[in-house]
């Protein structure tokens, strides 16, 4: 008998959001995961990890039951208990913790593990109807935003699908290789059809920079100044299309003066990459107008990110790329979707002074800093679902500081027993995508789809949007949103945005939301009022500490400096197997990662008296992790790579690799920093 194969939409926090095809063997299992051929942007191409999800779906570890914590907080010893049980103990604990400090005591705490529309949203359900503190979700993309929108004005852009008509694709500070491979099959298209070149600009030699017929190394937090050494260059050799500026762009002639000093000689000294290099990449890009640049995340997370995304984004404004089929640039298409989630989200029980506090800064909150905690009370309850801040907030020694307090009520809503799920008090376990209804939206393409439960959960599983539900109605909310089921929900927001039904929605298998190409491209006007692109930004618009920040496009030196001290800076990249954390219970990933390595040039590995594989300690002020050493020539001198994000329990040691890393917000409005530390490395006996 042929098994079937039912259409479905990968969650997993990726650019990608893939069109798949999941083979059904029963009821309770499934087979193989394909990427639907059907669809433009996915092309029948999806990742191992997810190739593989019956590895995941169908593991043995796999939390099926509620739990109550019986051993000491962080230790994961637990006992089972009814779903009665669990949650009248988690909606009492966030009564009396309301009623003792302020319903500002209890934090929902979420990020992207699952990117379904309304199994992520509904926490806010939650926030909104009670008045509990709300979270500034900066812990991904607010660096890269904030940076894109100081320029362009929305966080949209040109469409991937017409990769296949550029001469030239510029990946600045983006490993899709490893973290988003559907832009490859894009790329590999141009490159097969027309010739296209590849460049990549990286901080180390990645998977996608060994594919690339060009690859710029800068050191961590300098691509403002390689920016603007090529664009020194693009005017000086009369690559800038003036026309295009005049009509399009603020202050083309301030921005040629403003450069006359920033040479690639200049570039050179601060990012280490070769002058005369510099001088090739800028002629490449001036001479291929017809170039997409696709902006990654990884260069933004750096104090000064946001200031390198707008130097970075200026590229395109001053050769006209955007004017091409096949040219412009590409950061996120977030901004492209215009759904009303007023009902799944409960928006209109917002009250706008309700508290919101740093997701990021998630060790300095339970650890009671008061301008973290906005001068209000203590964080005393938190729900943490779909995220594991034990292991990806920055400070982590802080973070599981501040999770271990006992006067902290923590329930974890779970797949697995993370290091976050180990502090619960509560533990409840979670569904995945396939057995559940959901809506997603890509931000690397333009759909929108709907994807429908495939299998039934293992166990007492339950959905986000169940266990958000069941606590709504036992905390008194009488909001219709807390007694609609998830497919109720997606019908709501989909009649309320305008859209087809979801039958519809999913008979087509996806809705494409683009718009005109003179609208993807800012032909018809970048968004700002004005209509044209900054290259002077009003960084006021952007965030609060925007007064340092540099008029024009510049080197910001604002980043963690190598010091005699801490003579290294640390790039802590994403592994290609796992997805942050997601994936790390996989075998078939961790016999691919192997163990947390450190890659270290071969000259630093001579003057530390390092071996190849040898254990080492890395550290700085915050803390100090233990690794094994990997010789690596692809990265320069004062720079190490750690390809993360292993379990801290995966360490020698049992701390992650986050322990070194600073919850400092970027300028001007926040955002993590993950590739912007510095370090020392010690052999370790
Ligand atoms: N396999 C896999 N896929 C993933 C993820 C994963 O963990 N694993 N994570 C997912 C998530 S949540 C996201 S947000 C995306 C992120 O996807 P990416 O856009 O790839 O961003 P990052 O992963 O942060 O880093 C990408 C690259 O930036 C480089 N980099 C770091 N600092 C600098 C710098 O200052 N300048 C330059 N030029 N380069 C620098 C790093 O060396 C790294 O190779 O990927 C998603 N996909
Ligand atoms: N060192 C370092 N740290 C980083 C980064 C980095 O590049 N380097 N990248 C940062 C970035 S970009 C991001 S986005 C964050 C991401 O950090 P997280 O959002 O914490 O991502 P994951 O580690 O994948 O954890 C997501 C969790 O959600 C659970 N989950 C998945 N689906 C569901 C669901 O439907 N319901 C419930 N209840 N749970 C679910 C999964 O089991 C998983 O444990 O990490 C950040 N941390
Ligand atoms: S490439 Fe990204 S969206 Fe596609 S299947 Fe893999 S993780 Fe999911
Ligand atoms: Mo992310």
Redesign the pocket.
């Known amino acids: 008998m042929n098994n079937q194969l039912i259409r479905s939409v990968c969650p997993h926090?990726?650019?990608s959001t893939c069109a798949l095809q999941v083979e059904q063997i029963s009821r309770h299992e499934i087979g193989r995961v394909r990427g639907n051929p059907d669809n433009d942007y996915t092309a029948g191409v999806i990742?191992s990890?997810v190739s593989n999800y019956r590895e995941r779906i169908h593991h043995p570890e796999r939390l099926t039951k509620p739990m109550r914590r019986i051993g000491a907080k962080g230790e994961g010893v637990f006992e089972v208990i009814t779903w009665e049980e669990a949650l009248d103990e988690v909606a009492g604990a966030f009564q009396t913790s309301a009623l003792s400090c302020g319903p500002e005591s209890v934090w929902p705490y979420d990020f992207a593990g699952t990117m379904g529309l309304i199994q992520r949203g509904s926490i806010h359900r939650l926030r909104h109807a009670f008045g509990y503190s709300l979270q500034e979700d900066t812990i991904?993309v607010t660096t890269g935003v904030t940076g894109w929108n100081a320029g362009v004005g929305t966080c949209r852009g040109s469409d991937s699908r017409n990769i296949q008509h550029s001469d030239l694709i510029v990946v600045?500070?983006?490993?899709?290789v490893?973290?988003?491979v559907n832009l490859m099959t894009h790329i590999s298209r141009a490159r097969k059809k027309r010739g296209a070149k590849l460049v990549v600009?990286?901080?180390?030699q990645?998977p996608s920079a060994d594919v690339a017929d060009m690859h710029l190394m800068?050191k961590?937090?300098?691509?403002g100044a390689l920016a603007c050494a090529v664009m020194h260059v693009l005017f000086k050799e009369k690559f800038a299309d003036w026309e295009y500026m005049e009509h399009y762009t603020d202050c083309p002639d301030r921005l040629e003066r403003h450069l006359k000093t920033r040479t690639p000689e200049w570039a050179e000294k601060i990012s280490g990459i070769p002058a005369s290099d510099i001088a090739s990449f800028a002629r490449l890009y001036g001479s291929n107008p017809r170039s997409f640049l696709r902006c990654?995340?990884?260069?933004t997370?750096?104090r000064n990110g946001p200031a390198n995304m707008h130097a970075v984004s200026c590229l395109p404004a001053i050769t006209g790329a955007w004017q091409h089929k096949g040219g412009g640039a590409l950061y996120s298409n977030r901004d492209l979707y215009d759904l009303d989630f007023s009902m799944s989200r409960a928006l209109d029980l917002r009250s706008g002074k309700t508290r919101i506090l740093d997701m990021s800064r998630i060790g300095a909150v339970l650890n009671g800093e008061r301008e973290s905690l906005k001068n209000g009370p203590p964080v005393k309850a938190m729900l943490v679902q779909n995220v594991n801040p034990a292991d990806v907030a920055p400070d982590s020694n802080l973070v599981r500081k501040g999770l271990v307090r006992d006067d902290l009520f923590l329930c974890v809503h779970e797949q697995f027993m993370t290091e976050t799920a180990k502090f619960a008090d509560i533990l409840l376990p979670a569904t995945m995508f396939l057995e559940h209804d959901d809506l997603y939206t890509g931000s690397a393409h333009v759909y929108l789809q709907a994807a429908r439960k495939v299998v039934e959960p293992p166990g007492q599983c339950r959905s986000n949007v169940d266990v958000i539900n069941e606590l709504g109605k036992r905390l008194g909310s009488e909001y219709p949103g807390f007694y609609m089921t998830a497919h109720e929900l997606i019908e709501q927001t989909l009649l309320d945005s305008g859209l087809p039904d979801s039958d519809d929605v999913y008979e087509m298998g996806w809705v494409d939301c683009s718009k005109s190409f003179d609208e993807m491209n800012f032909l018809t006007g970048f968004a700002h009022q004005e209509g044209r692109f900054r290259f002077a930004p009003d960084w006021s618009e952007q965030g609060e500490e925007h007064e340092i920040m540099p008029s024009l496009p510049d080197h910001f030196e604002v980043h963690e400096r190598a010091t005699p001290e801490h003579p290294f800076r640390l790039?802590a990249?994403?592994?290609?197997?796992?997805?942050?954390t997601s994936f790390t219970e996989m075998p078939s990933s961790r016999r691919h990662e192997g163990r947390p390595t450190i890659k270290i040039h071969e000259n630093a590995c001579k003057s530390l008296d390092i071996s190849d594989g040898q254990l080492v300690c890395v550290g700085n002020s915050r803390g100090q992790v233990k690794l094994h050493a990997s010789i690596f020539g692809g990265l320069q001198e004062d720079v190490v790579?750690v390809e993360s994000?292993w379990p801290g329990s995966s360490f020698e040691g049992g701390v992650g690799i986050n322990a070194l890393i600073g919850a400092d917000r970027a300028f001007p409005g926040g955002g993590a920093v993950?590739?912007d530390t510095a370090v020392w490395v010690r052999p370790e006996n």
């Open positions: 926090d990726c650019p990742c990890k991904c600045w500070g983006g490993n899709p490893s973290t988003q600009v990286d901080a180390y990645t800068p961590p937090g300098t691509d990654g995340y990884g260069f997370r750096s790039v990249a994403p592994a290609r197997r796992y997805l942050n790579v994000i993950f590739h």
